[in-house]
């Protein structure tokens, strides 16, 4: 089992910044592949970053690459989402999850813990 526990997450104006964080217990964290989903009212959960367990490889969707960073620090069982140039569309609840896997995981299904989520509001 491993727990997620996201934070970070607030209201702020578009072209602003958030850093949002992942505080991971239970399991050994860096036996996992971690990633970062979205999901606005309405519509399904969606990929933001992905992470390797050695964090040597990462994966952004068009929609976010340039603008936001992964990162993850094995020795604090923590991982981090760098937001810059925040747009209104990127408003949504922000998930971690944690997938047993050894290499980048892009598929949400792979992924088995879950985080409770935290919301980001980016204001226009």
């Known amino acids: 089992q491993v727990q997620l526990v996201e934070s970070g997450g607030g209201l702020v104006q578009a072209g602003g910044s958030l850093r949002l964080s992942c505080a991971a217990s239970g399991h050994t964290f860096g036996n996992y592949a971690m990633g970062w989903f979205r999901q606005a009212p309405g519509k399904e959960r969606t990929l933001v970053a992905t992470?390797?367990?050695?964090?040597?490889?990462?994966f952004y969707p068009d929609s976010v690459k340039g603008r936001f960073t992964i990162s993850r620090d094995n020795a604090k069982n923590t991982m981090y989402l760098q937001m810059n140039s925040l747009k209104p569309e990127d408003t949504a609840v922000y998930y971690c999850?944690?997938?047993?896997?050894?290499?980048?995981?892009?598929?949400?299904?792979?992924?088995?813990?879950w985080g409770q989520g935290t919301q980001v509001t980016v204001s226009s």
């Open positions: 992470i390797t367990w050695s964090a040597r490889s990462t």
């Open positions: 999850g944690a997938s047993p896997s050894l290499t980048l995981t892009t598929d949400i299904r792979l992924y088995r813990y």
